[in-house]
């Protein structure tokens, strides 16, 4: 458990799921996400499936329990390399407030300092800024601007909708723990 200010970052339990259904359910979500509203099955699937595994990070508030989002923290191939992906979901009814920021920043500075990670990335959507700002907030650098490189939709015709990426990452000698 990691435990900043105001907030536990901790692994998932199986009954997280009411909370992930707050914000999993809510269209605007997925602006810039892969994926479709889930049911409140669906999200009990999810929180069980995450509470089994190691790569995603409930964030709490410590005041009342509640958890407001989430984070994700993969390691990328091949593995000497040191290198992870973060990425992140918060419940819109917390934007705002430093809660992402205050989140990820903490688990980044886990990442350097249990895991030896050398470098840590992200991506994001050009059209997010919310999402580009927090990163640079907290120490990340563009490397990158990647034009039309996935999709998450298609259009009635069956035609992806292109998407651009900005790719962000943070080294160990840059982030707090130099």
């Known amino acids: 458990m990691i435990e900043t200010n105001r907030l536990l970052i901790r692994s998932f339990k199986a009954s997280d799921y009411l909370d992930l259904y707050e914000y999993l359910s809510n269209p605007d979500v997925y602006r ?6 889930v049911t409140l099955a669906e999200a009990q699937e999810l929180a069980l499936e995450r509470s089994t595994g190691d ?27 040191l290198s992870w992906e973060l990425g992140y ?17 903490a688990l980044v500075e886990y990442a350097f300092e249990h895991y030896q990670a050398h470098r840590i990335l992200a991506r994001c959507d050009p059209e997010n800024p919310a999402s580009w700002k927090l990163l640079e907030r907290i120490g990340f650098r563009r490397e990158g601007h990647f034009r039309q490189c996935g999709f998450f939709r298609r259009d009635q015709d069956g035609k992806p909708i292109w998407h651009d990426a900005y790719e962000y990452a943070i080294l160990r000698e840059q982030g707090a723990l130099k």
């Open 89 to 105: 979901i918060f419940n819109p009814s917390f934007h705002r407030q430093g809660y992402a920021s205050e989140a990820a920043r």
């Open 32 to 37: 810039f996400e892969p994926g479709d509203p």
């Open 55 to 81: 790569e995603f990070y409930a964030v709490v508030l410590k005041a009342s329990g509640k958890m407001i989002g989430h984070l994700y923290l993969g390691q990328i191939e091949p593995k000497e390399h």
